[in-house]
C-alpha cells in the first residue's frame, strides 16, 4: 500500500510517499516539486550582489545565508592572497546575529510545530495561545538581530571586511535589555528554572526540576514514545566553525576531521515523482547534520547522557534541538558583553572586488545544520555559484537500499502521524531544500 | 536642462503618483455614514473565530489610553482625519469577521514570517492574530489532505466575501512545473487562478508576489511572474517590499473592513498611505544629502557618522515606500540605520534595475531626470533638482490643505 502525504507549515511544504508492509512502514520517498533557481540567478552577478540575493533563498534562515555568502567571498579574497582582516567586533557582531537567528528558529519549531503536533498526535488539548507564546519569544530575538542587522528577515549587513553597523552604547544597552526580556521569558515560560542551572544539566536526572512547557513536550515526546523510534544513521556532521560549535564529524563513536573537498551531490531517488532537490553526500555517505549533530560534536553533557540512553532516537533529536536554545541564550549574553564598541566595524580589503578572480567556500551553522556557499569569481563576476543547504543532508531522498537519514529514521514507525512527527523532528524547510 | 525640469515636473505632478491627503469636509463626511453602516452591519455577523479582542488586549497588558493612542495613529497613516479614530478602534473589533486565505506560492515564506510577528508594533501583532486566516499553507494547524478540505470549505463557506493573500511569484515556465501543490499536482498558476475566482479582492504581499521578485531576476529561470499579470477583472493590492511591512498588510485589512472598499492605490496598484512618499522624503539621514555629505566608502568617516548613503548605492531617493517611517521588527531598526543603502526592494525589477552595491548612475535605471546619468555627481544634481521642486510642490499642496483642513477643524476637535 502507497499513501502520499503532504507536510506543510513554516517554510514551504514536502511530498512524502510511505509504503506500508505489515503494518509498518518500510520505505519513504521525499520530493520537493518547486524551485527558483536561485543559483541560475546568481550568475553572471557582481559578486557583492551575493549578499543581497542569498538570503532571501529563505525567510527563516536568511541570515546564515547572508553570513555563508561573505565566507565564501572571503575566502576567494584569501585564495587569491589578499586574505581579509576582520575585526573582533565584527566577528562578534556576526556571530551574535546568527546565534539569535538560531534561537528564534527553534523557539518557532518547538511552539508552532512540535508541541501543536505533539497535542494532535495524543489527541491532547493545548491551549491556543501557545502557538503566539513562541512567535513572541522569537519576535524578541528578531528586535535585538534588527538593532545590529537593520531588519529581520532579509538583511544584508554584513560586507567582505566586516559588518555595516557601527552600534553605540545606547545600542548595546537596548540590546542587553531585549535579551535579558527573552531569557526572563525562556525562564518562566518554557523550563521554570534558571537558564544557569538549566544550560549546566550533566545528567538527564537534572531534567526532573523543570517546570513549565518544557515539561510537557518531554512527556507527550515519551508519551508518543518517541524516545523508541525515529533511529538514524547514528552519523553526524558539522561543518561550519563558530565558538558555539566544532567543525567535525562523529562516526562509530569515533570524531574525525572532515574537509569540504568529501561533500557531493547526487540526483534524487524518485518514482515517477517530480523533485527539484538533490541530496547532498559526504564521502558519499548520509549524515545527519542540525543540533543533535553540533551536541554530540560539541560533546554536550546533557544530550550525549540522553544519547546514551535513547541513541539518536526522535526524542533525542528533538530535546537537542530545544537544550541548543538554552545554550544558545547563554552563548549570546557573553557574545554582547565582550563586544568593544571601539573597535572598527569594517577593515578595506586590500584588493578590489572586481579584480577578484578565483574560488571560495563559505561554510556556517545554519538551524537545521551545516550550510555551504561555494562560488567561482571571474574579475568580480559570479561564474558559478553552488548552495547546500542542511536539509538537502537531512532530507535527501536516497533508494531502498540507501534511504537518506530521515527516510531511515520513518522506517518502521507504526503510522503515518508518527512517521511524519520524525519527519518534522528533522524541520521541514523546504524552500532551502530546492532554493 | 529646461527638458529636466519638464520631465520633472510631469513626474511630480502625474496623477498617480499625488498623494491626497485632504478630499474635503464632504468627501469625509459622506465616508463616515458608509462606514458607521458597514461596521453596524459587520457587529451583526457571527465573528469567524473565537478570538476576543478586548481579552486579548488585557492579556498583553495593554489599556485602552494605549490602545486608542494606536487607533489614532493608524488612522493617519491610513490618511483619515482623526474624526474616524473611534470607527478604527471599532472596526479592530470586527477583524475576526473578514475571512482571509492566504496563498504561498514561489517563496521563501519570509512574508509570512514577518506576520508571525518577526515585526510590527505590538497592537498590530494582535490584530494579526485576530484576523480570521481561515487557510495559510504555513501557519496553518491542520496539515496535508485535512488542510486542503478546510481551504475548499472555507472558499465554499465565505464565498466572495474572503480576501486572497497571496505570497510569492507564479512560474510559468515549463508549463507551470516548476511550482505544484497538493496530492493533484496542481500547478501554482491554476491554483491561483481558482483561489482567486471567489475572492472579494485579491492582495499580493511581498516583491515575488507583486512584480516577480528575485526569482525574476536575471535569466528568470522559471519564467517567474507577478499576480497582476496572471489575475484579471479582480480589485487587486498590490503590497511589495522585501519582506512586506505588516503594518501595511494590517492597515490593507483594516481599511477594507471599515470602507468595504480597496484603499486608494498608485498606477503600481500599491497602497498610496503606504507608497505615496519616497523612502527618501523621511529618511533619517536626508539632512546630509542635502549638505552634500556622503559616505564614500564602507567604514570611513562619513559612515561612522551616519551620512547619506548615496554614493554607496542606496536607492532611497527613488523607492516608494513608507519604511523610513515605520521601520522593521516593531520599529526597531531599519537597513539605513545599520549604515546599508536601500536596495528599492518595493520597486519593479527591483533586483536587476536597483542592486544594491552599485551607484544609481551605474544602475539600469530611468532616472526621474529621464534618462541614465552619466556620474553620480551628475545624477545628484538632476535629483536635487528634482526634490527642490518636490518640495515646492509639496509646500503648494500642503497651503491647500492647511486650507481646508481649516474648515473642518470643528469636527477634527
Redesign the interface.
Known amino acids: 500500500m502507497t499513501i502520499r502525504k503532504w507536510i506543510e507549515r513554516i517554510e514551504g511544504e514536502a511530498s512524502v510517499q510511505f509504503e506500508f508492509e505489515k503494518n509498518h512502514v518500510s520505505f519513504a520517498t521525499i520530493a520537493f516539486p518547486h524551485s527558483r533557481g536561485m543559483e541560475a540567478i546568481l550568475q553572471s552577478k557582481p559578486a557583492m550582489d551575493a549578499l543581497v540575493i542569498t538570503p532571501r533563498v529563505c525567510g527563516i534562515c536568511g541570515h546564515s545565508h547572508l553570513f555563508a555568502a561573505v565566507r565564501a567571498i572571503e575566502s576567494v579574497y584569501a585564495n587569491c592572497g589578499a586574505p581579509v582582516e576582520i575585526s573582533q567586533k565584527a566577528e562578534s557582531i556576526r556571530e551574535l546575529t546568527l546565534t539569535l537567528e538560531l534561537i528564534q528558529n527553534h523557539l518557532k519549531w518547538l511552539y508552532l510545530v512540535i508541541y501543536p503536533e505533539l497535542s494532535h498526535l495524543l489527541q491532547e488539548k493545548i491551549a491556543d495561545s501557545c502557538r503566539l507564546k513562541g512567535a513572541y519569544a522569537a519576535s524578541l530575538a528578531t528586535k535585538i538581530l534588527a538593532i545590529f542587522a537593520g531588519q529581520w528577515p532579509h538583511s544584508s549587513y554584513m560586507i567582505p571586511g566586516g559588518v555595516t553597523c557601527d552600534p553605540t552604547h545606547v545600542d548595546s544597552i537596548r540590546a542587553e535589555g531585549l535579551l535579558d526580556e527573552l531569557i526572563r521569558w525562556f525562564e518562566k515560560e518554557l523550563i521554570g528554572i534558571t537558564l544557569d542551572e538549566y544550560s549546566h544539566f550533566s545528567s538527564d536526572k537534572a531534567f526532573l526540576t523543570v517546570t513549565g512547557d518544557m515539561e510537557k513536550i518531554e512527556k507527550m515526546l515519551k508519551k508518543a514514545k518517541m524516545h523508541e523510534q525515529g533511529f538514524s544513521y547514528d552519523r553526524y556532521l558539522a561543518m561550519g566553525e563558530h565558538a558555539f560549535s566544532k567543525s567535525s564529524k562523529w562516526v562509530n563513536r569515533r570524531m574525525a576531521k572532515v574537509h569540504s573537498k568529501f561533500v557531493t551531490l547526487e540526483e534524487p531517488y524518485s518514482i515517477g515523482e517530480k523533485t527539484y532537490a538533490k541530496n547532498a553526500l559526504y564521502q558519499h555517505n548520509s549524515f545527519e547534520t542540525g543540533p543533535l549533530a553540533r551536541a554530540m560534536i560539541k560533546g554536550v553533557p546533557f544530550i550525549k547522557q540522553m544519547y546514551r540512553q535513547y541513541q539518536d532516537s526522535t526524542y533525542t533529536r528533538v530535546m537537542a534541538r530545544s537544550y541548543e536554545a538554552a545554550l544558545l541564550l547563554e552563548h549570546c549574553k557573553k557574545l554582547l558583553h565582550s563586544i568593544n564598541l571601539e573597535e572598527p566595524s569594517y577593515i578595506k580589503p586590500l584588493k578590489k572586488i572586481t579584480a577578484l578572480s578565483g574560488e571560495g567556500i563559505g561554510i556556517v551553522e545554519a538551524p537545521r545544520g551545516s550550510l555551504i556557499h561555494s562560488v567561482i569569481l571571474k574579475n568580480g563576476i559570479i561564474d558559478h555559484y553552488r548552495l547546500i543547504t542542511p536539509t538537502q543532508w537531512n532530507l535527501s531522498c536516497g533508494s531502498p537500499k540507501t534511504p537518506g537519514p530521515a527516510q531511515k529514521a520513518m522506517i518502521g514507525a507504526d503510522s503515518i502521524e508518527t512517521a511524519t512527527f520524525t519527519f518534522r523532528s528533522f524541520d521541514v524547510c523546504s524552500v532551502c531544500t530546492t532554493h | 536642462m529646461s527638458d529636466r525640469v519638464e520631465a520633472v515636473k510631469k513626474l511630480f505632478t502625474s496623477k498617480s503618483s499625488r498623494v491626497e491627503t485632504n478630499k474635503g469636509d464632504t468627501y469625509y463626511q459622506d465616508l463616515f455614514v458608509k462606514c458607521e453602516a458597514r461596521l453596524n452591519e459587520m457587529r451583526a455577523q457571527a465573528p469567524a473565530n ?2 476576543d479582542f478586548s481579552d486579548l488586549l488585557e ?1 498583553n497588558g495593554i489599556d485602552r489610553r494605549e490602545f486608542m493612542k494606536w487607533a489614532s495613529a493608524t488612522t493617519a497613516m491610513l490618511m483619515l482625519p482623526p474624526m474616524f479614530t473611534p470607527l478604527i478602534a471599532d472596526a479592530v473589533v470586527m477583524m475576526n469577521r473578514a475571512p482571509v486565505i492566504w496563498l ?1 506560492l ?9 506576520l ?4 510590527g508594533p505590538k497592537i498590530d ?1 494582535i490584530v494579526l ?1 485576530i484576523i480570521s486566516l481561515e487557510y495559510h ?5 491542520a ?3 485535512q ?2 478540505k478546510q481551504m475548499e470549505e472555507a472558499m465554499e463557506l465565505f464565498k466572495g466575501k474572503y480576501i486572497l493573500f497571496v505570497e510569492g511569484s507564479i ?1 510559468m515556465g515549463m508549463n507551470g ?7 493533484s ?1 496542481e500547478t ?1 498558476h491554476d491554483h491561483l487562478l481558482r483561489c482567486a475566482e471567489n475572492a472579494a479582492a485579491v492582495v499580493a504581499v511581498g516583491s515575488c508576489a507583486t512584480f516577480g ?3 525574476a ?6 519564467g ?1 511572474v507577478g499576480v497582476m499579470d496572471v489575475v484579471k477583472n479582480k480589485p487587486l493590492i498590490n503590497i511589495p517590499a ?2 512586506a511591512n505588516p503594518a501595511n498588510m494590517v492597515g490593507v485589512i483594516l481599511h477594507y473592513v471599515l470602507t468595504g472598499q480597496v484603499p486608494e492605490l498608485d498606477s503600481l496598484l500599491r497602497p498610496k498611505f503606504a507608497f505615496g512618499y519616497r523612502i527618501h522624503d523621511n529618511c533619517e539621514r536626508r539632512a546630509h544629502f542635502d549638505a552634500g555629505e556622503y559616505v564614500e ?3 570611513d568617516a562619513g ?2 557618522n551616519n551620512f547619506c548613503l548615496y554614493k554607496m548605492g542606496c536607492k532611497g531617493p527613488m523607492t516608494f515606500n513608507n519604511c523610513s517611517i515605520v521601520r ?3 520599529g ?9 543603502g536601500c ?1 528599492g526592494c518595493s520597486e519593479p525589477d527591483f ?1 536587476d534595475k536597483y ?4 551607484p544609481m548612475a551605474d544602475a539600469k535605471i530611468k532616472a526621474p531626470t529621464g534618462g541614465v546619468e552619466k556620474s553620480v555627481d551628475e545624477f545628484g544634481l538632476g535629483l536635487l533638482t528634482a526634490t527642490a521642486i518636490g518640495i515646492g510642490i509639496h509646500a503648494a499642496a500642503s497651503a491647500v490643505a492647511g486650507k481646508k483642513s481649516g474648515e473642518c477643524e470643528g469636527e477634527s476637535k
Open positions: 473565537r478570538l492579556d504561498e514561489q517563496d521563501c515564506a519570509g512574508n509570512s514570517e514577518a508571525l510577528r518577526a515585526d501583532e492574530d499553507e504555513t501557519l496553518q494547524a496539515s496535508g489532505h488542510a486542503e512560474p512545473q516548476y511550482g505544484t501543490i497538493g496530492a499536482g501554482f521578485g528575485i526569482p531576476a536575471s535569466p528568470n529561470p522559471t517567474a522585501c519582506p566608502e564602507w567604514g559612515a561612522q522593521y521588527n516593531e526597531v531598526n531599519w537597513p539605513i540605520g545599520v549604515g546599508r536596495i533586483w542592486a544594491y552595491e552599485r
